[in-house]
């Protein structure tokens, strides 16, 4: 089975900072991405009523969409959402994800003492809301993505996926996709997220965009760029709202070197959003800058460290070294 790091079930949760997890009052928020409004509310909530279960979820999902510096706390408070709300689903769901992704910017290694913990979360979740879908992708692709030796098990993923088809076929599909991109067989896992008929429920939805993503990228990385754009060309289509799909188109024209080609799609994607999105802005400006626009480059990696959630480690240092030079 192959285990990415990219895709590792303790940190692919959140599938991208305006998709909350769980509806709640702050939902609609949140997808319009009014963090500072959220923030706002939550915290007017919360000194009002200290353990307000719709305000404990929506400020974790806020701290972990907006870059996750500050996970101990998110962490302390989805623990503060089980202690008050122990029958809960969604309080187990969100204190598996703040634990997932703060062990996967320690590394596995370093997380090894938290992988049952956070298993245990999200077997919980299920256990609380059987029919919960949310709960049951994430244990899954606990399942699918963490490797043997922590707690990963093809048996059991199968185990969730059978258990959930009795109830709603659909989701039973998208699964056995996220076992087929886990088998390396990206082929399968795009025809059976195309074919789910997800109709308008957000957790089938996420979930499907999620498979596609990944089979989209595992092309792209493979260099099989007429197959990652027919991809990215479906997540256009079914996802319009999402900037995914003209992302992936410009990171498929800028990998074979077509800059212009990439700078028009970078742009599309980032009208999308209502904030710049940090890798958006890093990779509009490496375009930017092979065409010989040094302001407009420079303008665009300053976006892309001031967004949030920011670049990773490699991508931020790379970005500070391009301004540097295109300065000097």
């Known amino acids: 089975m192959k285990h990415t790091v990219i895709c590792s079930a ?10 909350p997890l769980f509806a709640h009052d702050y939902t609609g928020l949140i997808r319009a991405e009014k963090f500072t409004e959220v923030e706002r509310l939550v915290n007017a909530k919360l000194a009002q ?3 307000n279960h719709d305000a404990l979820i929506a400020k974790v999902e806020l701290i972990i969409g907006t870059g996750g510096e500050r996970i101990d706390e998110a ?24 634990m997932g992704t703060k ?14 913990k956070i298993r245990d979360a999200f077997k919980r979740a299920v256990e609380l809301d059987p ?9 899954l692709q606990f399942y699918t993505q963490t490797p043997s030796f922590v707690g990963g098990s093809t048996s059991k993923a199968k185990e969730v996926l059978a258990d959930t088809a009795k109830f709603n076929l659909e989701a039973g599909k998208l699964m056995q996709g996220f076992l087929e991109l886990a088998d390396e067989q990206p082929g399968k896992a795009e025809a059976i997220a195309l074919a789910a008929n997800v109709g308008t429920n957000e957790a089938l939805r996420d979930n499907q965009r999620e498979i596609l993503l990944g089979v989209a990228s595992d092309y792209l990385k493979n260099k099989k760029y007429a197959d990652s754009e027919r991809v990215f060309r479906a997540m256009q289509q079914r996802f319009p ?8 188109l410009g990171r498929c024209e800028q990998e074979q070197g077509k800059h212009q080609a990439a700078v ?11 904030t710049p ?18 302001a407009k480059a420079l303008i665009s990696y300053e976006k892309a460290l001031a967004a949030k959630p920011g670049l990773n480690k490699k991508l931020a240092e790379e970005a500070q070294d391009k301004i540097k030079a295109l300065k000097s």
């Open 10 to 19: 303790i940190g692919l949760f959140a599938l991208s900072c305006a998709a």
């Open 49 to 51: 009523d200290p353990i």
């Open 75 to 98: 962490i302390k408070l989805a623990e503060q959402c089980v202690a008050s709300h122990p029958k809960e689903s969604d309080c187990q769901e969100s204190l598996g994800v703040a």
């Open 103 to 116: 062990a996967m910017s320690a590394g596995i290694m370093s997380a090894l003492g938290s992988i049952s």
């Open 131 to 139: 029919k919960s879908l949310s709960a049951r992708f994430l244990l």
């Open 241 to 248: 709202e999402s900037e995914i799909g003209s992302y992936g």
């Open 264 to 274: 028009a799609l970078f742009e599309k994607a980032s009208s999308i959003t209502p």
């Open 277 to 294: 999105r940090a890798r958006v802005q890093y990779r509009l400006g490496v375009s930017q800058q092979a065409l010989g626009e040094k």
